[in-house]
């Protein structure tokens, strides 16, 4: 898999841009110029979405609208893929597939990629939010279904929580409950169930790309922690939510589910957290992505498009020549600020674009 044209329109601060991607395409330039603008295109046509901001953030400023249009190719087919968002006061989406307009949900599965940027060797110190965020994101790219699954689960959220203030106010009856509960349990035990089973399936190898980056014969593995224990089954769901009912009502929110879910990091049975530091983090993470990259094309049978964002100075020299080795198994793009941060092998055999 990997996508051979983007062209954009009205996004961020590129009015017009079209472009052409090699194997290996280096995006070097200071910051603040836009580089990563091109990778967070990308990312939009693979997700439906940001990894950054709300849609209308996105356009340009004094425009009402941004277009996206990107060419992939894959083993056996070529693809077109186009997308307008349009500010209505709110954002108006349009997607087309090979010329066929579909729903968004649709984008998922048609172009895969891997990021890697900055911001996410914080993921394992952050906020849950974040971490349940990176869960969605990844297992939505194979499972169009958890996706849907997902937004049906927000939706139901919404309103019984909504449905709890108003009770807290005694303009409701508890009995009302019933129904969000049900919906909740019937969309959240589908994402708990799919989420326990990425992690095991990430940790069938995260061990053996950790220990070729850090040189050491550590076991890392991922914990995945969800607020309901047990099989999260759809019973055991409604059980629990009832058990809560006085002390959501009491805080106007739902206060178990899959929206308050963890992902937790060991490394030889102990917490990252509590020991590690900001280098270790580095390659713990960098081990998350590769384990992904595996993940993805096991699933899809397809290599995914790898990007990254300005991550080379974040790394020492031994973790940079590792990673350069890997971008010759599938399509990468990266930016840097910096060419002295990116292997001169690697150079050598990229099309370099300065922003």
């Known amino acids: 898999m990997r996508i051979k044209k983007l ?12 472009f052409e991607f090699d194997h290996i395409t280096i995006l070097v330039g200071p910051n603040a110029c836009g580089k990563t603008n091109f990778l967070e295109a990308i990312y939009y046509l693979a997700c439906g979405k940001s990894f950054r901001a709300k849609d209308l953030n996105l356009i340009s400023w004094e425009k009402d609208y941004f277009r996206l249009l990107g060419e992939v190719e ?17 954002a108006v989406k ?4 090979k010329g066929q307009r579909k729903p968004s949900s649709h984008l998922l599965g048609h172009l895969n990629c891997v990021l890697f940027t900055p911001e996410e060797i914080d993921l394992i110190s952050t906020l849950p939010e974040s971490r349940r965020r990176y869960l969605n994101l990844i297992i939505s790219q194979t499972d169009r279904e958890y996706a849907y699954q997902l937004t049906h689960y927000k939706r139901s959220l919404e309103q019984r929580n909504s449905l709890l203030r108003r009770i807290g106010k005694g303009l409701a009856r508890e009995n009302e409950l019933e129904v969000w509960d049900g919906k909740l349990a019937e969309y959240g035990h589908y994402l708990i169930e799919k989420r326990a089973r990425y992690v095991k399936e ?33 019973a055991e769901m409604v059980t629990k939510l009832m058990q809560n009912r006085s002390q959501d009502i009491c805080s106007g929110v739902t206060t178990t589910g899959p929206h308050r879910d963890d992902l937790k990091f060991f490394l030889n049975d102990k917490d990252i957290n ?13 081990a998350l992505k590769l384990s992904e990259i ?19 100075s974040e790394l020492d020299e031994s973790r940079r020549d ?6 010759r198994n599938q399509q990468t793009i990266v930016t840097t600020t910096d060419l002295d941060h990116v292997s001169q092998n690697i150079i050598k055999e990229s099309r370099v674009v300065r922003i």
């Open 7 to 18: 062209k954009l329109e009205n996004w961020r601060n590129h009015a017009v841009y079209d």
């Open 74 to 90: 894959k083993a056996e087919t070529a693809e077109e893929i186009i997308v307008v968002v349009e500010n209505h006061g709110r």
């Open 94 to 97: 349009t997607v087309k597939i």
């Open 202 to 234: 990430i940790n069938k190898i995260i061990t053996e790309h950790y220990r070729l980056l850090s040189g050491k014969k550590e076991n890392l593995k991922l914990e995945y922690q969800p607020s309901i224990k047990g099989e999260g089954g759809w």
């Open 274 to 286: 509590d020991f590690a530091s900001r280098g270790e983090f580095r390659t713990v993470i960098l």
């Open 294 to 312: 595996e993940y993805l094309e096991k699933i899809t049978n397809e290599k995914p498009v790898l990007l990254l964002d300005d991550v080379f």
């Open 322 to 327: 590792m990673l350069s080795q890997i971008f």
